[in-house]
């Protein structure tokens, strides 16, 4: 998606008509793409909320937003400002709003993630190690990702935070990017042929159990890529979890593919190799939702996140 000048946009326009809570009240709307939902955000009537969004349509020459089957959607030219207008705000919001109140040592905050066990097992562990000496009152409470209910759980306060792979197609959400995560092919210590996996076509040779979080499938992205390749793999297991995996693969012949920050401090315990073949790459991100941004425990906590992430 194209990103627009929002400061060459708004000096394009009569200057004596712009205010800055026209601004923010376009950043709720874009956000919420509801005008009742958005002049609760603001504490103002919805009849005055809508007055300005029809000041903001005639400044931008753009209907912003417009009815669809639920709520609101945004015009494309909405779409190319709402990051450049979140830019602009938060530089403004940063110069006006320290963050001297909050106190992690004395904070009492809970903080509900939503995540994958992966997700679970390799930064949000870490992450609650590391709070119990820097903030011991502020708990986590770990929900299952369920993408499909996820803007809505972000929306409504049910969860404050995703970590989870980006959906491009929701750029009303937050985003931080944690980092690119690859596989390695496992088996248990001594695996005579895990070798053979170096190679397509040795890989495919060899019996596999896959992970499919939905439940019972017996593909994934990377038969995509085999099939492509001129081979099919002998998959004989479906998980529904990747931390069940090296339990499985450490007492029979099965080989795995798995991310390797999940067996990063276990490589010890299996035979590996990395799949020179396969470029499969998958990118993690925190995801909020922007009735948390300015939240100054949210923000820390975003923060430590990242470090935990790293």
Known sequence: MK?????????????KRIDLNLLVSL??????????????????????LSA???????????????????????????????????ASLDQLRGTLQGHDSFSP????????????????????APLIVALRDKAPKIRVAVHRLAPAKLTQQLADGDVDLA??????????????????????????????RINEGATAA?????????????????????????????HSRAIVASAASFLVVPSIVASSELVALVPRR?????????????VPWLSERFQVELIW???????????????QIHLASR
């Open 27 to 48: 950043e709720a709307l874009l956000v919420e793409r509801n005008v009742t939902r958005a002049a609760a955000r603001l504490h103002m009537s919805q009849p005055a």
């Open 52 to 86: 300005q969004l029809n000041r903001l349509r005639d400044l931008f020459k753009d209907p912003l937003l417009v009815p669809a089957h639920r709520g609101m959607v945004p015009t494309a030219k909405a779409l190319e400002l709402i990051r450049p207008l979140r």
């Open 289 to 303: 939702h922007e009735r948390t941004h300015a939240h100054q425990g949210q923000q820390w906590i975003r923060e």
């Open 262 to 274: 999940l067996m990063r401090d276990r490589l010890a315990e299996v035979a590996w190799i990395d």
């Open 3 to 15: 990103s627009i000048d929002l400061c060459a946009s708004i000096h394009a326009m009569d200057m």
């Open 163 to 192: 970590i989870a792979t980006p959906d491009t197609g929701k750029a009303y959400l937050r985003t931080w990017h944690l980092f690119e995560e690859s596989y390695i092919l496992i088996g248990r210590p001594g695996h005579p």
């Open 105 to 124: 040592a004395t904070a009492e905050l809970t903080i509900s993630i939503a995540c994958t066990d992966y997700v679970e097992a390799v930064v949000v």
């Open 202 to 230: 040795g890989f495919a040779a060899l019996e596999q159990v896959i992970v499919s979080p939905s439940g019972g499938g017996f593909t994934t992205p990377v038969d995509a890529t085999l099939e492509a390749l001129g």
